[in-house]
């Protein structure tokens, strides 16, 4: 019985932080920039730079590791025993639950320095695949809360 309670904090707990993961890619619009108009600008980039985009804790991971670590804990011994393993086990699940959250919602993203057509010298970071080259035309996007993402300028037609 304590094994299968365990074992279905811990199924629990994975779906909770498999939502923490978030996608700030300059392909994924947020509902607020859909359907709203967005000034578009044009540069060229001057630099590339790798960077690691660390997303917000939500506080879920501790609080899952720390029920399901107590819920190991106290499976374990009995008496004053099983009162110490339920402790360390929640104070030990909690510790990896917050490493798992923030390994979650860490993703790798790029800072795009960009020589703007007006003079302007501007820096976007944002997450995503795309792989600029400097000297490449870009069109900067901002939507009308400040969001800022670059991508490829759109090659005339001849």
């Known amino acids: 019985m304590k094994a299968s309670l365990s074992a279905a904090a811990l199924l629990s707990a994975t779906i909770l932080l498999s939502g923490c993961a978030s996608s700030m890619s300059n392909r994924n619009y947020s509902l607020n920039e859909a359907y709203q108009p967005m000034n578009v600008q044009y540069g060229t980039v001057d630099s590339v730079r790798s960077v690691l985009i660390q997303g917000a804790q939500t506080?879920?991971?501790?609080?899952?590791?720390?029920?399901i670590g107590g819920a190991?804990?106290?499976?374990?011994?009995?008496?004053?025993?099983q009162i110490i393993t339920t402790v360390a086990g929640a104070?030990?699940?909690?510790?990896?639950?917050?490493?798992?959250?923030?390994?979650?919602?860490?993703?790798e993203g790029q800072q795009i320095t960009?020589?703007?057509?007006?003079?302007?010298?501007?820096?976007?970071?944002?997450s995503g695949k795309v792989a600029f080259t400097s000297g490449e035309r870009?069109?900067?996007?901002t939507a009308p809360d400040g969001t800022t993402r670059v991508e490829a300028a759109p090659v005339a037609p001849r």
């Open 138 to 141: 870009v069109q900067v996007l």
């Open 59 to 67: 506080g879920v991971g501790p609080m899952a590791g720390a029920v």
């Open 114 to 126: 960009i020589r703007m057509d007006d003079g302007r010298l501007i820096a976007v970071v944002q």
């Open 72 to 81: 190991a804990g106290n499976a374990v011994g009995g008496g004053n025993g």
């Open 91 to 107: 104070l030990l699940g909690g510790l990896a639950g917050a490493a798992a959250e923030a390994g979650a919602s860490r993703q």
